[in-house]
């Protein structure tokens, strides 16, 4: 008689989500401040706006921008504001800092979507693996996001979890 396998992790009711599905999908590009400024330390603010209008803004369509200043100028706030009044009905969203910093923020932006309120007294896998390195934000946002609803909170895969957080009884 043949032994009946059976699939415990199927029937554990456990849900698992991946965080890729709310990774920021699309290029990421920088534009760097300091290519327009005097000797790259100095804004002076004509030959700033100049600069800034000779652009071809078309390259930064429908990409994420991350705006910096890869030197140590002091960069007064209104051209971070120019900039991306320049950027903005190009580019699909404008962030001021390096590209690990706008991924962090669209990341946040995306799970802004996620309503923990779904997974009420769910247990919940948060994949720990995939394709894609999410950054530590994602996974404490969707903790925060899930904790006040969820009957447990593990991280990894549904046959092989950590344990994060169990509702007590």
């Known amino acids: ?29 920088a534009f760097d401040l300091k290519d327009h400024l005097f000797m790259g330390l100095i804004l002076k603010e004509k030959d ?3 600069s800034l209008q ?3 803004w078309e390259h930064y369509r429908d990409k994420y921008v991350a ?3 890869s030197t140590d100028a002091i960069i007064p706030a209104w051209a971070y504001m120019l900039a991306g009044s320049y950027l903005q009905p190009f580019a699909k969203d404008v962030i001021v800092g390096d590209e690990k910093t706008v991924i962090n ?5 995306n799970l802004s979507t ?11 896998v948060i994949k720990g693996c995939g394709d894609v390195q ?6 404490l946002e969707i903790t925060n996001k899930l904790r006040p609803f969820a ?3 593990m991280y990894g895969e549904p046959c092989s979890t950590v344990p994060i957080y169990k509702k007590k009884a």
């Open 1 to 29: 008689m043949p032994e009946i396998i059976i699939n415990k992790v199927a029937e554990s009711g456990i849900i698992t989500l991946d965080l890729e599905d709310f990774y920021p999908k699309g290029e990421i590009v």
């Open 48 to 50: 700033f706006r100049f």
């Open 54 to 56: 000779q652009i071809n």
């Open 67 to 69: 705006v910096t200043c």
């Open 105 to 109: 923020i669209l990341l946040i932006k």
């Open 114 to 124: 996620f309503h923990g309120e779904d997974y009420l007294d769910k247990r919940v």
């Open 134 to 139: 999410i950054p530590e934000t994602g996974y």
């Open 151 to 153: 009957k447990s909170i």
